[in-house]
């Protein structure tokens, strides 16, 4: 099998109008054209080559109620330029590190990660964890 690049992600959602506002607005992804599926969801460009697929939830969608920003748990990760930008940003937006575990406005700063690069977690409306890096911290 020759792997050239993860092609998507797609996530449930409860409400697609909200999840929409908040991968436009605090990720600051591109809505892009959808195909016509018989279910409701939005697709999005995340950075060359790669996509953030949102499916209108259904019956049996997997969530990760009650939890908050564990990062051992289900996640993705998007690169960024700048660690501090975008911790800089998120708490221009409201998010905080003091925010108590379960609130959607927490953000977990990781900036000495064993990883080797700083990281940031939060979650989308519906407790989707993202984690957010950078190559170095700045």
Known sequence: MDIQV??????????????????REILGLREIERPRFPFGGAWFKVGERQ?????????????????????????FAIRVKSYRAVLEFLHSKGYREEAEQSD????????????GYPQLYILDPDRHLIEINADKLD
């Not at 993860?6 to 991968?23: A, G, I, M, N, Q």
């Not at 953000?107 to 064993?114: F, G, L, Q, R, S």
């Open 104 to 115: 959607l406005m927490q953000v977990k700063a990781v900036p000495h990660a064993p990883t």
């Open 6 to 23: 993860l092609h998507h992600v797609s996530l449930p959602v409860t409400d697609l109008e909200r999840s929409k506002r908040f991968y």
């Open 51 to 75: 996509e953030l697929h949102l499916i209108l939830q259904h019956t049996d969608a997997t969530y990760r109620t009650n939890k908050g920003a564990d990062p051992g748990d289900l996640h």
